[in-house]
């Protein structure tokens, strides 16, 4: 289980990395006088409109969610078939116990 843990952590540590946005190599936007607030938007303006630092990394935020999801799936999965496995054997554990104690 322990195992199992430092895997999904490890895991997790290598996705949160690859999903960390590039910073782009853009030029500063301008300084603005002081007190001044950057204008508020009015109308609508297309995403491939925007500059790039106000798009969202859609794309990658997806496949991290993905990923997550799948990744817990499979720790589920794998978590439940270690159990069941504990359980047969504490079955056939029994069975044999059963088995002796009758032919005594």
Avoid: H
Avoid at 40 to 66: C, K, M, S, V
Avoid at 73 to 84: D, E, I, K, M, P
């Amino acid at each position: 289980m322990i195992m199992l843990t430092r895997l999904a952590a490890a895991f997790i540590l290598v996705l949160a990395c690859g999903v960390m946005p590039a910073r782009a190599q853009s030029a500063p936007p301008p300084p603005s006088p002081q007190g001044a607030q950057p204008q508020q938007q009015t109308e609508f303006i297309p995403l491939d409109q925007l500059p790039p630092q106000e798009q969202l990394p859609a794309a990658r935020l997806l496949i991290a969610a993905y990923s997550f999801v799948l990744a817990a799936l499979f720790a589920y999965v794998v978590s439940v078939a270690r159990r069941v496995g504990q359980v047969r054997r504490e079955v056939e554990r029994l069975e044999t116990d059963i088995k002796r104690s009758s032919r005594a």
